[in-house]
Nanobody, 125 residues
């Protein structure tokens, strides 16, 4: 079991940068694959990025490649999403999630066992 709490979401102008954090509590954070998902109003939840247990392996959805970077600090039990060159279409609630499964390329939300409550990112002029 693990509890996840996201933070860092806010309103920001297009082209700006933002770093989201997801703090985990509970046993064995280092054993979990971590992911970020987003959900815009009226839309389904979509995969953004995933990171393996050690932080060496990452996987990204095509729309964020080259702009977003997922990372983790296992000493702090925290996973991050660095978002650069933000676009209007990036506006969404961002969720972090955890799973024991080692498969980074399994991007379905159904593959993730634990979820945070989300943090709102609003990109607007």
């Amino acid at each position: 079991q693990v509890q996840l709490v996201e933070s860092g979401g806010r309103s920001i102008q297009p082209g700006g940068s933002l770093r989201l954090s997801c703090a985990a509590s509970g046993r064995a954070f280092k054993d979990y694959t971590m992911g970020w998902f987003l959900q815009a109003p009226g839309k389904e939840r979509r995969f953004v990025a995933a990171i393996g247990r050690s932080g060496r392996m990452t996987h990204y959805a095509d729309p964020v490649k080259g702009r977003f970077t997922i990372s983790r600090d296992n000493d702090k039990d925290t996973v991050y999403l660095q978002m650069n060159r933000l676009k209007l279409e990036d506006s969404a609630v961002y969720y972090c999630a955890a799973k024991i499964d080692l498969d980074l390329r399994s991007t379905s939300e159904n593959s993730y066992r634990y979820w945070g409550q989300g943090t709102q990112v609003t990109v607007s002029s």
